[in-house]
């Protein structure tokens, strides 16, 4: 089983850059996919990109793609979440998780651990 932990949120201003970081536990990180979502309270869940197992394809939601990068250093055991250019819109909860499969038709769906989450706030 793996165990996911968040870190890197914080209060930021519109424009600002952050780094997510999402260490896991557990065997064998490089066998899991590994994802990025989102969530406001009384909102669904959003998904934000996800990385193959290599790290050699990786895939984003549009209203991320050129201002967010997702990267892994699976000798790290830690997966990352480059987030430029903020916006206000980006403020909620943002967690990582990890899975077998990327379904980009439910890419949630592919994921079975997740971690508690870090809150990203962008003031404008």
């Known amino acids: 089983q793996v165990q996911l932990v968040e870190s890197g949120g914080g209060l930021v201003q519109s424009g600002d850059s952050l780094r997510l970081s999402c260490a896991a536990s557990g065997p064998r990180f490089d066998n899991y996919v590994m994802g990025w979502f989102r969530q406001a309270p009384g909102k669904e869940r959003e998904f934000v990109a996800a990385i193959s197992r290599t790290g050699r394809s990786t895939y984003y939601a549009d209203s991320v793609k050129g201002r967010f990068t997702i990267s892994r250093d699976n000798a790290k055991n830690t997966m990352y979440l480059q987030m430029n250019a903020l916006e206000p819109e980006d403020t909620t909860t943002y967690y990582c998780?990890?899975?077998?499969?990327?379904?980009?038709?439910?890419?949630?769906?592919?994921?079975?651990?997740w971690g508690k989450g870090t809150q990203v706030t962008v003031s404008s």
């Open positions: 998780a990890a899975g077998h499969d990327i379904w980009p038709n439910d890419y949630a769906s592919g994921m079975s651990y």
